[in-house]
């Protein structure tokens, strides 16, 4: 879930005991309501649907509560593959492939917003730019300009002294 209100799996189970036992809890109920869905049931008792929810802590605390819907609903779509023999190995396999698809939609979704803010900015500045007087962007120009010039001065001042002559 790229935007949720949620709070971390791993935040929740820190805050106490009752709310990790909670935590794990939710996770089990999870993984087993995903093996009654495939009649798969038998294929992890009880220990190993305990052992897998605990990896899933550990290993991938920073999803929410969201997320672990997310996959398992996934999961009972065959988004992760073909299910042929199924144990908590492969439950953490098509995990890291969702926590991997996952970021790089986040990812996108951030490089979007960045490009709006930036073509938001952009407009802004044309704007101001058009709402000036000739008179305020010829100032605006000569600032530009005493800019330039510091910046450049300051680059030569770094540079070594026999290569001064030729810079810039």
Known sequence: MLVSNHPALQDVAASNSSMRVFTLSYISAALTNYLDFVGRRQTMDDEQVAETAELILEEYGSLKFDDIALFFRNCKLSRYGKLYDLNGAALLDWLHTYRHERNAAEWRLYEQREKERMAEEERRQQAEWEAMSDEERAEQ????????EHIIKSLRDKLPYENKREAL
């Open 141 to 148: 120009a000569r600032k530009i300009a005493e800019i330039q």
